[in-house]
């Protein structure tokens, strides 16, 4: 398994130019330090279709993408692809159907 970020490599000065103007669409995400950064959702998708474009479709799987927000027009190939809201609408459905209790912990 491997772990990509869209701001990965973007230094603070980076992400502040990111700030999303009024009439952008933004998205809030939380940085590996912990803090919040708020950015527009226009820039967001490029750099995952920049990131998509960039490995090979055949040494995955999967590629899953962990955000609540909507990228319908990224693609990656012919591999399988899953935005996480199905993952975790999925598995509440699992819990409730099989009266399983489970705990989900950020990683």
């Not at 479709?57 to 399988?80: I, K, M, N, Q």
């Amino acid at each position: 398994m491997q772990e990509f970020g869209a701001l990965d490599g973007q230094s603070e000065e980076e992400i502040q130019r990111l700030r999303p103007e009024s009439s952008d669409h933004r998205l809030v995400t939380r940085l590996g330090n912990g803090r919040q950064a708020v950015v527009r959702k226009s820039w967001i998708a490029c750099q995952l279709q920049d990131m998509l474009d960039e490995i090979e479709p055949e040494d995955y799987l999967a590629v899953v993408l962990l955000c609540t927000g909507e990228f319908s027009d990224l693609h990656f190939g012919d591999s399988f692809s899953m935005r996480s809201i199905w993952l975790i609408m999925a598995l509440m459905r699992f819990v409730r159907a099989h009266s399983v209790l489970a705990s989900l912990f950020r990683l």
